[in-house]
């Protein structure tokens, strides 16, 4: 497959229009290295013409890019050549670039000559930075009127950039595109004036869509791991252009890192938080390798919102924060001071997950049920959300203020954390007090129901206490039905004890990294709150 085989009688003076009459073709003054290793499995997909993700195909030997659209993952990558990386990563040049050429070829027959929705700036963005980055791949071909047509076009997606980078919503997408607009105006010939004005847009964008402390503000670990791909591109594009990555954006890129590495267990995989799920962790350590930037796990991070415990490869990450707002994603979940916890490659308490970024045959209700608070490892009380979720998906009230407290001392890694989602309607606050032991084997925890505000309820309130335990992982209640021993393939048996109800073993489900629904257990502990609230207990610890 080559960009003469998409040849069609209107396509010599369709490149000629993108061309432009008497400009002279445009070079690239250098080309990225990107150092993140693709995916060879998903690269031999794509060298068949098979470009998969999730639950979804596209044809690439014949894919029309106008009825592709840009809705929906799977469209969005193939609209932003993201999957350049995994070509590459199976395919030498020669065989790579006859793919990659006549799938850009088809691009610029769709899309080339018209500003439309895949000008998308966050599109634009994130097909400037892999155009430039496998260069080789897209501009190897001996047609000198497409490589002509694919560089002004590239030069076209910069203008078009410095005009649109600030309509891009918010978050990754903003940053996305001025990172874009950074890479192409430092690597495309006469774009140089722009790197000054791009730098000051996408430093903008990371103050508005980034916490001080490197987290989204959207608080999703898969977009988080988007984010530092972006950023490790930019760098590679800086590396490439012999210029120097500027402080303010070098210390963005490194605290982004740090935020990702905070919510990573310890099989390599992400946390189930905000709608999503573990990922790919061979991929993350690609990305984690490759991406050029070193930095320790953050512990404690009030924006991005998540907290760490570990201690001798048993991890515990807690969710100690507010969900993001709407405006910011529609993947907010009601999971505040949920948390998960693993014991080396073994995942023992998990939150519920989704289907995140991926495209699924989870339905759409489905995906809405896994965003409440019954779905992640905390209390609810009264059948209700911690902060509700509303029929269109978006978040309504509940948790405003989070109170956070950490200490440590020569025995535990201590976290008290409470928030005030069930205030307004029950007149109580949870709050979760979680001790990790310093050499890994204990996890204390407390739950409490406390007065607050001036509402009282009259009669009693149900409550659970769910613990969703990780996939593999069997549990066995004690004859007095305060405990259960925990027992899994990848990890030495737990126990589990409880004071304050009784305990239940339950089923439950958890989404896995290709975003498939799995069976699973779950420890529920049940009751009812009164006014005066309730005090829980409970205990997690390793038989040896």
Not at 27 to 50: F, M, S, W
Not at 257 to 267: I, Q
Not at 417 to 436: E, K, P, Q, T, W
Request: charged share 20%; net charge positive; glycine share 12%.
């Amino acid at each position: 497959m080559t960009p003469q085989a998409v040849a069609t009688p209107g396509r010599a003076p369709l490149l000629k229009r993108l061309l432009g009459r008497g400009k002279r073709p445009l070079r690239l003054t250098a080309v990225p290295r990107d150092h993140v290793q693709g995916d060879r499995a998903r690269g031999d997909q794509i060298l068949a013409g098979k470009l998969v993700r999730g639950a979804e195909v596209l044809d690439l030997t014949e894919i029309n890019f106008r009825e592709v659209g840009t809705t929906g993952p799977l469209a969005q990558e193939a609209q932003a050549f993201a999957w350049l990386r995994d070509l590459a990563g199976t395919a030498s040049r020669e065989r790579g670039a006859r793919v990659a050429e006549a799938v850009a070829a088809r691009w610029l027959v769709a899309h080339g000559n018209k500003v439309d929705t895949a000008w998308a700036p966050a599109l634009w963005g994130e097909r400037l930075l892999f155009w430039a980055a496998y260069a080789p791949y897209v501009l190897s071909s001996h047609d000198a009127a497409y490589r002509a047509a694919l560089l002004n076009t590239m030069a076209r997606g910069v203008r078009h950039l410095g005009a649109t980078a600030d309509r891009a919503d918010p978050g990754l997408q903003r940053i996305t595109a001025w990172a874009g607009l950074t890479a192409g105006s430092l690597l495309l010939q006469g774009q140089v004036s722009r790197v000054a004005r791009a730098e000051a847009g996408l430093t903008r964008a990371l103050a508005t869509g980034q916490a001080d402390d490197g987290g989204l503000l959207s608080r999703s670990p898969a977009e988080q791991a988007l984010l530092v791909d972006r950023l490790g591109l930019l760098r590679a594009a800086y590396h490439a252009a012999k210029q120097t990555l500027p402080e303010a954006l070098e210390g963005a890129a490194t605290a982004a890192l740090a935020a990702l590495h905070g919510v990573m267990l310890g099989d390599g995989g992400l946390g189930s938080w905000q709608g999503g799920n573990p990922g790919d962790s061979l991929r993350l350590a690609a990305l984690v390798e490759g991406c050029g930037m070193r930095a320790r796990p953050l512990r404690q991070a009030r924006g991005w919102g998540y907290q760490r415990l570990d201690a001798l490869g048993t991890v515990l990450v807690m969710d100690a924060a507010p969900p993001a707002p709407t405006r910011i994603t529609r993947l907010g979940s009601a999971s505040t001071l949920a948390f998960e916890l693993s014991d080396g490659a073994q995942r023992l308490v998990v939150n519920c997950g989704g289907p995140g970024l991926l495209p699924t045959g989870i339905t759409a209700e489905l995906a809405q049920a896994l965003r409440t608070s019954a779905a992640h490892s905390t209390l609810t009380l009264g059948d209700k959300n911690s902060t509700a979720i509303l029929p269109n998906g978006n978040l309504g009230r509940g948790v405003e203020d989070v109170t956070v407290d950490r200490r440590d001392d020569d025995e535990f890694n201590r976290l008290e954390a409470a928030h005030d989602g069930y205030v307004r309607g029950f007149g109580l606050v949870h709050s979760r007090g979680v001790m990790l032991a310093n050499d890994g084997k204990e996890v204390r925890g407390a739950d409490r129901l406390l007065p607050s505000g001036r509402r009282r309820i009259r009669d009693a309130v149900s409550f659970s206490l769910r613990f969703h335990l990780g996939p593999g992982v069997e549990a066995v209640a004690t004859a007095d039905g305060m405990g259960a021993i925990l027992r899994s393939p990848g990890a030495p048996p737990w126990n589990f004890r409880c004071r304050g109800a009784r305990l239940e073993v339950e089923e439950s489900v958890w989404v896995d990294g290709q975003g498939r629904l799995t069976g699973t257990l779950q420890l529920a502990i049940a009751g009812e709150a009164t006014a005066q609230g309730i005090d829980l207990g409970w205990q997690f610890r390793r038989s040896s």
